[in-house]
């Protein structure tokens, strides 16, 4: 079965919200979170209230919840149903929606850790073995 997601955003200049000379992180963050979940092949369809009004206007749930006002954009809807609303939701929480299994990576050890670390009974020296 496949997933769509809806995303209705606040009013911004552009599509995306990431443009102009001050671009805020958060929406640089979830435009990447977005084109990643689109290269996994959900679909994903975005709303901009200053450019699309009319979109806001037809759907139930959007406008029952701009009712109460303004910040509860953005809205993601799985659906017809409110998945998530007055943030930009986490990668994970994008791939939750849609299905999709986030494997995470297996990362090296960092220092203090793996056998360069201190030698067995506190002593500075690291191992030599494999350093």
């Known amino acids: 079965m496949s997933v769509t997601l809806r995303v209705f955003d606040p009013a ?3 599509a995306t919200g990431v443009c102009g000379p ?10 990447a979170d977005v084109d ?6 959900v679909k994903i369809e975005r ?8 979109a806001f206007a ?12 303004t910040e509860v954009l953005p809205l993601v809807l799985v ?25 995470k990576l297996q990362v090296a050890p960092t220092e203090g850790t793996g056998c ?4 067995p009974g506190g002593s500075a020296k690291p191992k030599t073995s494999c350093c």
Do not use: H
């Open 36 to 41: 990643w979940l689109q290269k996994q092949g």
């Open 12 to 14: 911004m200049c552009c």
């Open 116 to 119: 360069c670390a201190p030698a």
């Open 79 to 103: 659906g017809d149903r409110i998945a998530t609303e007055g943030a930009y939701p986490s990668r994970e929480t994008l791939a939750a929606l849609a299905g999709v299994v986030v494997r």
């Open 58 to 69: 037809e759907t139930p749930a959007v406008k029952e919840a701009l009712a109460r006002g």
């Open 22 to 31: 001050s671009v805020d992180p958060e929406l640089a963050r979830f435009a």
């Open 47 to 54: 709303y901009n209230l200053s450019a699309q009004p009319g």
